[in-house]
């Protein structure tokens, strides 16, 4: 496979999940929101910048930054929605 189709098939998740993100924080304004938003975001830099080797490890530490954002951010939402 070439280096574009790859760098699609990483970006292309990490942009969408960078304005899922944007989007809960917009609404939300929380700090897992937050944490979401800027996690993915980070990581989409990371894959645009993929030239360095320390653009792997921000990558990296975007992608679980922005995992856990997101987990905390539905977790709290169920127990805010169940009674």
Known sequence: MSFAVLLFV???PHV?????G???F?????????LAAAGFL????????NA?????WTGLAGV?????????HL????KRHVT
């Open 10 to 12: 990483q970006l292309v």
């Open 16 to 20: 969408l999940l960078t304005a899922v």
């Open 22 to 24: 944007i989007g809960f």
């Open 26 to 34: 917009g609404r939300y304004r929380t700090l897992p929101t937050a």
């Open 42 to 49: 980070v990581a989409v830099i990371s894959d645009l910048a």
């Open 52 to 56: 360095w080797a320390v653009a792997r």
């Open 64 to 72: 679980w930054v922005g995992s856990i954002g997101l987990l905390w």
């Open 75 to 78: 977790l709290n939402a169920r």
